[in-house]
């Protein structure tokens, strides 16, 4: 079955930098939509990006474009969230997940089937 592991989570302070990892198994993820979502404290489940296993086509949460940046490495079947300039609202438990089909809805934690198990980013001076 798919499993998916987060990694790279930490603190830093307002302007600083991290990159989160996602490593993906238990399936080939052709044609998936591989996504990452956010949960801070007593809210809900949000967008940050979204991005293709083939082809590569990237969405993001207009909060975090031009400042976050998705990727993938399909040999490592790892996908990444390189944070740039994070600040405080950016503070959250950070979601990798996946889904066999890459519809319109990539925006929407309902629209995916597979989820990791969260990595903490908190950002604070």
């Known amino acids: 079955q798919v499993q998916l592991v987060e990694s790279g989570g930490g603190s830093v302070q307002p302007g600083g930098s991290l990159r989160l990892s996602c490593s993906a198994s238990?399936?080939?993820?052709?044609?998936?939509?591989m996504g990452w979502f956010r949960q801070a404290p007593g809210k809900e489940r949000e967008f940050v990006a979204a991005?293709?296993?083939?082809?590569?086509?990237?969405y993001y949460a207009d909060s975090v474009k031009g400042r976050f940046t998705i990727a993938k490495d399909m040999t490592k079947k790892m996908v990444y969230l390189q944070m740039y300039n994070l600040r405080p609202e950016d503070t959250a438990v950070y979601y990798c997940?996946?889904?066999?089909?890459?519809?319109?809805?990539?925006?929407?934690?309902?629209?995916?089937?597979?989820w990791g198990q969260g990595t903490q980013v908190t950002v604070s001076s």
């Open positions: 991005i293709g296993w083939i082809g590569g086509t990237r």
């Open positions: 997940a996946a889904d066999q089909e890459f519809s319109d809805r990539y925006y929407y934690a309902g629209a995916y089937a597979h």
């Open positions: 238990g399936s080939t993820f052709s044609g998936y939509v």
